[in-house]
């Protein structure tokens, strides 16, 4: 079971990124994906996620309505675009994986499998 995320980097404040997390290892599509992010000095928080399955999405308030998060089954890869990036979401980000049904949990502690994350600056 494998999950590497990619796509991270430095930009300016209201540009994009696009974040990819590549599955292998899993049955891809009875899976849930989490976006979850860490920045210095805080507690990892949730972001998004995505359900495999039946597509449905959870966003955290923070980013709703620039982030958006999609899967591509064929290629067992999930994407985080990131539009009108600000500087407090600068983090480490990373994707994690879970074997799940319908929809998708939020919460960190019901992920089994992570990434090993990629860095996203914004300055201003």
């Known amino acids: 079971v494998q999950l590497v995320e990619s796509g991270g980097g430095l930009v300016q404040a209201g540009g994009s990124l696009r974040l990819s997390c590549a599955v292998s290892?899993?049955?891809?599509?009875?899976?849930?994906i989490g976006w979850f992010r860490q920045a210095p000095g805080k507690e990892r928080e949730g972001v998004s996620c995505?359900?495999?399955?039946?597509?449905?999405?959870y966003y955290t308030e923070a980013i709703k309505g620039r982030f958006t998060t999609s899967s591509d089954n064929a290629k067992n890869t999930v994407y985080l675009q990131m539009n009108s990036l600000k500087p407090e979401d600068t983090a480490v980000y990373y994707c994690?994986?879970?074997?799940?049904?319908?929809?998708?949990?939020?919460?960190?502690?019901?992920?089994?499998?992570w990434g090993q994350g990629t860095q996203v600056t914004v300055s201003s």
């Open positions: 994690a994986a879970t074997t799940y049904g319908l929809g998708c949990p939020p919460t960190a502690a019901r992920y089994n499998y």
């Open positions: 290892g899993f049955t891809f599509d009875y899976l849930a």
């Open positions: 995505i359900s495999t399955s039946d597509g449905s999405t």
